[in-house]
């Protein structure tokens, strides 16, 4: 801890600056929020902004973080949500509406023209949509960062290591899965940077073995991040909320409706009566922040999101105490590699130290015969 304090203070003083300006801004901070003034509707703004994107971006990351264990949190939240502001811009004919809040999504007014578009539309949910993006390539990093640890301290990752016992069996052993690995590794390796970004670009579920290869090959990180938040944030998570979009927007979301009323009717009841429920709640204030009816589809809608959290909260949990495990059990193996070294120098200290006894004991009588003799000439 000393030697930290002292790193840190090393560092300050080299970087006068730097330290000054940080300081400067941390006690402006500081001064905007204690005193009252002009500028306390502009931090009671950035405190909202900050509390709603800050939400999106942390929903991406639990959407990505862990080896396959994410929360899929677009189907839960962005895509309801997405889907909600899609049906009140049509329900409004327009985007007068708040999409956050106790009164969110309810009209303001409906006025006369044109339905907004759906680039409109998008652009409303544009902002949350790449915060939401932003946080899925931030979880992503774990995986780099512990592969990248683990080649620099000159361990192996498991990981890694399956991908390699992968590449040693024979094609027609390999099962759907293992090609798959393979395919991501080759693209990996022989196109870099835009591998990367070709592999966050698709929904690809093996992609957390794309920061492995990167973390042990020792990409560099703004490499590999870029890459990740340029297709994630910007390219797949933009191409499947416009999807949602154009899902919901009258005339598809209509031929939708009229074909499930052909073929599926009793999914579309269901449908339709979630989404007249919803409709009434666009245009009733009331109704929205009365006591909503209870239904057969939110119970079935909360229980798997209750389901959902509880499967990821316990994936979470078992990924940390099989690391931990795994932590200790190279600690043991560590300290028992060290035991054996240890008595094995002993070992060998006093078979040395035996063998040079025995010499000198089979030496002795020549060497005192010598003696011996030299005296007698001296005489």
Not at 3 to 18: C, D, E, I, M
Not at 54 to 59: C, D, F, I, K, S
Not at 107 to 119: A, L, R, W
Not at 121 to 127: N, P, R
Request: aromatic content about 10%.
């Amino acid at each position: 801890m000393v030697v930290w304090l002292q790193g840190v203070l090393a560092g300050a003083l080299k970087n006068k600056a730097l330290v000054a300006s940080v300081g400067f801004a941390v006690i402006s901070i500081v001064a905007a929020y204690i005193f009252d003034g002009a500028h306390r509707p502009l931090i009671e703004e950035f405190e909202r902004q900050s509390a709603w994107f800050g939400w999106w971006v942390m929903l991406g990351i639990a959407s990505s973080i862990g080896l396959g264990t994410g929360l899929h949190t677009f189907v839960l939240f962005l895509g309801p949500y997405i889907a909600k502001v899609t049906l009140a811009a049509y329900k409004c004919n327009g985007l007068d509406f708040d999409d956050r809040g106790h009164f969110s999504f309810v009209c303001h007014s409906i006025p006369e023209g044109p339905s907004p578009t759906v680039f409109q539309i998008y652009y409303k949910v544009a902002a949350a949509v790449f915060f939401w993006g932003l946080g899925t390539s931030i979880g992503e990093l774990p995986p780099y960062f512990i592969a990248r640890a683990a080649a620099a301290a000159g361990r192996d990752d498991p990981e890694f290591g399956g991908i390699e016992r992968i590449l040693e069996l024979p094609p027609e052993e390999r099962s759907m899965s293992d090609k798959a690995q393979v395919v991501m590794y080759m693209v990996m390796q022989n196109l870099g940077f835009f591998g990367i970004l070709l592999c966050a670009s698709v929904p690809n579920p093996l992609f957390d073995l794309a920061g492995i290869i990167c973390g042990h090959f020792s990409v560099p990180f703004m490499k590999f991040w870029g890459a990740t938040m340029i297709g994630k944030a910007l390219i797949k998570n933009t191409v499947q909320s416009f999807s949602i979009v154009v899902l919901f927007s009258h005339g598809v979301l209509e031929g939708v409706l009229s074909s499930l009323e052909a073929h599926m009717p009793a999914v579309h009841e269901l449908i339709k009566t979630v989404l007249d429920a919803q409709m009434r709640q666009f245009g009733n204030p009331t109704a929205v922040a009365g006591d909503a009816p209870i239904t057969v589809f939110g119970i079935l809608w909360n229980t798997l999101i209750a389901g959902t959290v509880g499967y990821f909260a316990l994936s979470l949990v078992e990924a940390l105490a099989l690391q931990e495990i795994r932590r200790q059990q190279e600690a043991a193996l560590a300290k028992l590699i060290g035991d054996e070294a240890k008595t094995a120098d002993l070992k060998t200290a006093k078979e040395t130290t035996a063998t040079a006894a025995i010499a000198t004991a089979a030496d002795g009588p020549d060497c005192a015969a010598s003696v011996s003799s030299c005296e007698s000439t001296a005489c």
